[in-house]
């Protein structure tokens, strides 16, 4: 028959054992749990960047867009004020031939 203390001793050795089992399987764990975490911030750090392009493509393109349109409205302004100025050039031309001749 056994006795109390190779029993305690025994107990104490499967204590021992089942601490270090819990250590080793924590360390495990955290490592695990580590990797997976670095994994899903790689894979949100591309997704973000993959969104953020897309985002700046859309931009350009918005920019570009309005950049047309803004030229061809100020192409229209700029062909609406230079008809303006050829209308009235002839008699701009005349008045000042008036001028030159009448203090000649």
Same mark, same amino acid.
């Given at each position: 028959?056994? !006795?109390v203390i190779e029993e305690i001793a025994t107990a104490e050795r499967q204590a021992e054992d089942i601490r270090v089992s819990a250590a080793a399987q924590a360390r495990e764990l955290s490592l695990q749990a580590r990797e997976d975490?670095?994994?899903? #911030?790689?894979? #949100?750090?591309n997704e973000s960047r993959e969104a953020m392009q897309a985002e700046l493509e859309k931009a350009k393109l918005e920019g570009e867009? #309005? !950049?047309?349109e803004l030229l061809k409205q100020l192409q229209s302004e700029a062909d609406a004020l230079c008809a303006q100025a050829a209308a009235r050039l002839d008699g701009a031309v005349a008045y000042l031939l008036d001028k030159v001749t009448k203090t000649a």
């Open positions: 028959m056994r !006795s975490a670095q994994a899903a #911030l790689f894979v #949100l750090e867009s #309005l !950049s047309a």
